[in-house]
Nanobody, 124 residues
């Protein structure tokens, strides 16, 4: 049974930092591209960042470029999202996703596996 478990969410002030983690089990992690998505209350899900199998190719939403960094440690079956200079508009539930196809974790459509999410709240 495949599981993706996010952690690291919480409440921080604007300008602060958080690091999210997504730990996978039940799959061969290094065979999967991974992505972070978020959904704010009343808004559609949006792609935040994606990383390929080896970690040498990444992609970011314009809204987080220069502030967020996605990475992965295949030995630990874990993906990370370092979030700096956080803004109130970053408030959302953050989800991780896994798929064999990098194109799918860029958009979220047809993704094989999703985590249950972790809440990030940024106060102004």
């Amino acid at each position: 049974q495949v599981q993706l478990v996010e952690s690291g969410g919480g409440l921080v002030q604007a300008g602060g930092s958080l690091r999210l983690s997504c730990t996978a089990s039940g799959l061969t992690f290094s065979n999967y591209a991974m992505g972070w998505f978020r959904q704010a209350p009343g808004k559609e899900r949006e792609a935040v960042a994606a990383i390929n199998w080896g970690g040498d190719s990444t992609n970011y939403a314009d809204s987080v470029k220069g502030r967020f960094t996605i990475s992965r440690d295949n030995a630990k079956n874990t993906m990370y999202l370092q979030m700096n200079s956080l803004k109130p508009e970053d408030t959302a539930v953050y989800y991780c996703a896994a798929d064999r196809r990098f194109t799918r974790v860029l958009t979220g459509y047809g993704v094989d596996y999703w985590g249950k999410g972790t809440l990030v709240t940024i106060s102004s």
